[in-house]
């Protein structure tokens, strides 16, 4: 073997772990050998295939399109998938199943009515293709999962190898859709974030599957046969549904002919367990998907795994040139584009985070709209990340009256852009003001337009000589796009303080407590129903505030503080509704502006709409604020977009 290329008049027979480094990759928990056979393309091997690596090579079973002159298309299957046994040779004639990949293609799923999985609609309708590592990954993890009852095994067919040819087609000949194997290539991208070396999904190439034949017929076809009672095949469905939950997992298409029943050698005679159960094989993968519970704990993981990424330090970007790290105004950034043509500007020196914050994590989940007046939306990330998302204003002319002088002053200013924005909040919290923490800057991919009579070129021309890091380098502030900022969601405590030196878990709402196990069910609920009933006496609506909207106050060691055997809770609400709620009367408001204001001025700087909306508060059930040590309310600056240096701009 001569780096990733085997020779086919070289022995193979050293084991998988014996591979050099620089012939192994790994995807989605899977570790592969990487080779690039004489006939062209990659192929990745599992450790399931190695010992059979000679048969797996295309020039077996691919070339001349052998697995159709010589296999059989196998009923039932909605895709292109053959059993062949592979042209004679080293290792014998084994059968495999080969099948191509339906990545990124529509899904036709029809569920009969009879099917016992309880799918929500939404499912089906959001259902995609796995790809081919992804699909792997999920199989591998059910065949070794031990989730669910101990001695509970789901056989499967054993996951061989991965090939892509050499040859590139055009997008209607393969049925793509480009944004959905986007999103494939950046999950791929994503799972390998610090890998060495990286395997990437091409939508140009085709992607094959191999896997080992499980001898046996499929349940429908024993059923028709006679073979199979008709009250067995009935109960068969809803067993394999429920036994496959257990385990954490779901097949969306699930159906009889997935199910291989085993046979006795002596007599061949359906096989089965000591307690009279059939023995059955479970084939075909692509819509293979966890459980929603099995689902929030991977989600749980990633949560985790982000805490610990924004409170661990910077390490050395991956081998592949992704990211570029940059620095505008002061602040670091790892700069990268995204799946849909725009570009993305991740806070802080950590590449691993700049996949958290992908349009597509965020943009598409459900949102909040959090302001009358602006584009200003609260949403939960698909990593399950609360963030508060805003559209940059820069650009537009602030529609304020010029006849007052206030106004006149803010019509002067214009709309800080989004990386003023961020730089200003940045150096307010480094001089002791709380902020929210901004997150990432995110330029869409599509050309926006501005109302004319609304235009301010002003931020665009003082910006036209920062240059995005690109091998084309462009002005990092374009007046043709639209700009987002990212923000932590403050929700009554700081995110990363409450993520102590570990940085797990961050702030968590009752839901999500219960969830990682720091309380239990009951105490969620009672928690809940006290809180709820404490602020009733309030003229806060109690009834209004959802129950993630409680957060838990967590010591430094990650555990609930509690208040006896009340678990304390905190909730976040801006002055200008404490106001309106009578949490805090008139002259505590005007103290509390008093106050940001002249705090802002001692480290130099303004906020020309001192408005109340954009300073948040932390309550308790009872109603009663926050106060810092020196005993003011404590208020957290959330808005910058007309925050300015009273002597000298950021830039």
């Keep these: 073997m001569v780096g990733e290329r085997l020779r086919l008049a070289e022995p193979v027979g050293s084991g998988f772990d014996a591979l050099p480094a620089a012939a192994r990759v790994r995807a989605f928990g899977v570790d592969y050998a990487h080779l690039r056979p004489p006939e062209g393309g990659d192929l990745y091997v599992t450790r399931h295939g190695w010992p059979q690596v000679a048969t797996l090579m295309p020039a077996r079973w691919y070339a001349d399109e052998w697995y159709v002159r010589n296999g059989v298309r196998l009923p039932g299957s909605t895709g292109h998938v053959y059993r062949t046994a592979v042209r004679p040779g080293e290792g014998g004639t084994p059968d495999l199943v080969v099948k191509f990949s339906r990545v990124a293609q529509d899904v036709p799923v029809v569920i009969a009515s009879s099917f016992p999985d309880q799918v929500p609609p939404e499912v089906l309708a959001e259902a995609r293709f796995n790809s081919p590592m992804e699909e792997f990954g999920l199989v591998m993890e059910l065949r070794a999962s031990d989730f669910g009852p101990p001695g509970l095994r789901i056989l499967t067919q054993r996951p061989l190898a991965i090939y892509t040819p050499p040859e590139q087609f055009d997008l209607w000949q393969l049925g793509r859709s480009t944004s959905s194997f986007d999103t494939h290539r950046y999950l791929l991208a994503e799972d390998q974030d610090q890998a060495v070396k990286a395997i990437e999904l091409d939508i140009r190439r085709i992607y094959v599957v191999l896997y080992g034949w499980i001898a046996g017929q499929d349940a429908e076809t024993c059923f028709e046969s006679g073979e199979l009672a008709e009250s067995e095949f009935a109960a068969l469905t809803p067993r394999v549904v429920a036994q496959l939950a257990a385990k954490g997992f779901r097949v969306l298409d699930n159906k009889p002919r997935h199910f291989i029943l085993r046979r006795r050698k002596r007599d061949g005679a359906l096989l089965r367990r000591p307690a009279g159960e059939l023995v059955y094989g479970l084939v075909d993968f692509e819509l293979l998907q966890r459980t929603p519970e099995s689902q929030r704990r991977f989600h749980a993981a990633r949560r985790e795994a982000y805490w610990r990424l924004l409170a661990r330090r910077p390490v050395a970007p991956p081998a592949a040139p992704t990211w570029t790290h ?277 480290v130099d700087f303004e906020k020309l709409d001192p408005s109340g909306r954009h300073l948040l508060l932390t309550v308790d059930p009872d109603g009663r604020i926050r106060r810092d040590a020196s005993g003011e309310p404590h208020a957290v600056l959330c808005n910058f977009a007309l925050v300015h240096g009273l002597y000298r701009p950021i830039r």
Excluded at 406 to 431: D, H, Q
Excluded at 535 to 545: D, G, R, W, Y
């Design 326 to 602: 940059v620095t505008i105004f002061g602040v670091d950034y790892v700069f990268g584009p995204t799946p849909d043509g725009g570009s993305l500007w991740v806070v802080g020196s950590e590449p691993a985070l700049f996949d958290y914050f992908l349009p597509d994590r965020w943009r598409r989940s459900e949102r909040v709209k959090l302001s009358a007046r602006s584009d200003v939306f609260g949403t939960r990330t698909r990593d399950h990340i609360d963030v508060v998302y805003r559209l940059s204003r820069v650009g537009l002319r602030p529609l304020a009256d010029p006849l007052s002088p206030g106004a006149r002053r803010i019509r002067a200013a214009g709309y800080n852009g989004p990386f003023e924005e961020v730089a200003i909040a940045e150096r307010l919290r480094e001089m002791g003001i709380p902020t929210t923490r901004p997150r990432a800057i995110y330029r869409t991919g599509h050309e926006s337009s501005k109302a004319m009579h609304l235009r301010d070129p002003r931020r665009f021309a003082e910006h036209a000589g920062l240059l995005t890091p690109e091998p084309s380098p462009a002005p990092i502030l374009r007046s043709e796009f639209d700009y987002y900022t990212l923000w932590d969601t403050y929700r009554g405590l700081d995110p990363v303080v409450s993520a102590g030196p570990g940085g797990v878990p961050g702030v968590l709402g009752l839901q999500r407590a219960r969830d990682d196990g720091l309380i239990t069910d009951a105490e969620r609920q009672r928690t809940l129903d006290d809180a709820r009933r404490r602020l009733s006496a309030t003229a806060l609506p109690a009834v209004s505030i959802a129950e993630d909207e409680f957060v838990v106050c967590l010591d430094p060691a990650g555990a609930p503080q509690r208040d006896g055997d009340r678990v304390r809770v905190v909730l976040s609400l801006d002055a200008l509704s404490a106001l309106e709620f009578d949490l805090i009367d008139e002259p505590t408001y005007l103290a509390i502006l008093r106050r940001m204001t002249e705090r802002l001025r001692a």
